[in-house]
């Protein structure tokens, strides 16, 4: 063979073996496209609820469901019926499950210190959300700050009655720590107040209008209508108020507070049957908890506020906001209550 050949043969040898490495080059750039790369594991958040009998409770899980995909998130969502039994048994649903983290609303927050156990042996985080299991090591507490609710009610009342009157605090659940830290705050401001008597105090099973309904009107009862004022813990407590007032002729004429700022809440504040309500922005609270809830499960330390001292334990807190509602300023609430 010539030595032009002999040179024509080893550039021909040369460029197919350049041929070949590329091809291998290519075939593993292929297998490492992100087509081919297995899924992201998504991060699986529990949340177990106390109730879904306000609808407070349906924009927290908006709150969550809007924002789940964007962080790679699946909810499973229970409600506990305001039964202690059945949310004990759906902590322990959801724990099965396999759940990063737990975000817990209890039933009663003065027995709710097991569940948090339940979790934490299973190693899982607990988010609190807007009520603090008593004696619990939560990882963070997200809460509208329920003892500034009770400042705000008793001093909107206290200026309307101008520092004097008989009045009614309609409490939620007994143990229960959110209805414990509103009537807190209740009586923190009106101890300024001498002239004002709280001359009824009453707890009730399942924070139920009816019950609530059923206190004020004894109460009316039993003072002869003098009555100036009443607080109420949340709105479905101080529906029922109102609509003792109304059995009583009464729509009114007594200056009646509640919090959460409920539809049919807002609705009577603009009928002037309720005097004010204290919204807790369920939609901030809900997603404050479900981003915390993230964070925990990428093994990140959410943001906190404070820390208050819970038992045995320093819990770190994420406040979220607060606005008193009355007629001058409900119609805000159409973003939420299109229909006011």
Known sequence: MSKFMKRIALLLALLIGFSALAGCGNTNNAGNSGDNQPEK???????????????????????????????????IWTSADNKEEKQLSDVESLLSQGIDVLILHAVNTGAAASLVAKAEAAG????????LPENA????????DSRQVGRIQAQYLAEQLGGKGNVIILEGE???????????????????????????????????RDLAMNTVETALTQYNNNIQGILANNSGMAMG?????????????????????DEDACKAIKAGELSA?????????????????????????????????NGDFEVPVKLTPVELIKKDNVDTMKYRWPNL
């Open 241 to 261: 108020a109102v609509q003792a007032l109304k059995n009583k002729g009464l729509a009114g004429k007594v200056v009646t507070i509640g919090s959460d700022a």
């Open 137 to 144: 090591k939560v990882a963070l507490y997200v809460t509208a």
């Open 174 to 208: 007994a143990g229960n720590g959110v209805a414990r830290d509103i009537t807190a705050g209740n009586k923190e401001v009106l101890a300024k107040y001498p002239d004002i008597k709280v001359v009824v105090d009453q707890a009730h099973k399942g924070w139920a």
């Open 41 to 75: 594991k998504k991060i699986k958040i529990g949340v177990s609820v106390a109730t879904m009998q306000e609808a407070v409770y349906t924009f927290m899980k908006k709150a969550m469901e809007d924002n789940a995909a964007a962080n790679n998130a699946e909810i």
């Open 124 to 131: 899982v985080p607990v988010v609190a959300m807007d009520r």
């Open 277 to 309: 309500d204290v919204d807790k922005k369920p939609y901030e609270l809900g997603k404050a908890s479900f981003l915390a809830a993230v964070e925990l499960a990428q093994k990140k330390t959410p943001a906190s506020d404070t820390t208050i001292k």
